[in-house]
């Protein structure tokens, strides 16, 4: 529709309101849908890789913020480029328009992302900067002490396309209820649902006191 209102509107005042084409009003609006329906489409396959790639950023609003900007600009590269050169544009031609389409779509993305980063704060109670849970009071606890280790820890919720931050939030809130029944040495078990998704998480008290999660996956 704004594609094909914005024709009538740039027919009008250059040929006169009276010659306006209602043909290629009507191109332009269908080419206008069909980019917004494969824009949608693309940016849909994008999301779960490129969120793969940003879940270990704490804030959700930065996390957002560069998730949806990197989709939207890949998107937004892919769909300029391609109309250019479907329409004959040269290479170089194609790869500017490509540019000015991804630059169009980080800004968008970084707009909307900041907002929805905000959102999610909001409705999960969650310091927008941080990413830490303001409802409960926090007890010691990591999930693993080395990269390598906290890599094994998630990487089955990995698999499962859970977000680390949500897997770890939930996992600290189950663990105020139930801190006190985690004996050093001895294995402690529960089921959570995160996102929709029944995991388990196994958690050890270590000497020191500290709690450490060394496991967490995804029950069927």
Known sequence: MVSAGNSALTQGFTNGWGNI??????????????????????????SKPISNLTSDIASPVLREAVTQSATNATAGFALSAGLAWGSGASFEEGLKQGGQGALMGAGIGVMTGTVAGFKYAHENNVNPWTGNDLSVNKINIQFGNNPNQEYHTFRHTDELGLNRIDVRNAVETNLQLHSDLIQTGTPFSQTIVVNG???QYTAYRLPNGIINIGRIHGIK
């Open 21 to 46: 084409d209602w043909m290629q009003v009507g191109i332009s609006g269908s080419i206008g849908a069909a980019t917004s329906y494969l824009g949608g489409q693309l940016g849909a396959a994008l």
């Open 197 to 199: 998704q029944t995991v």
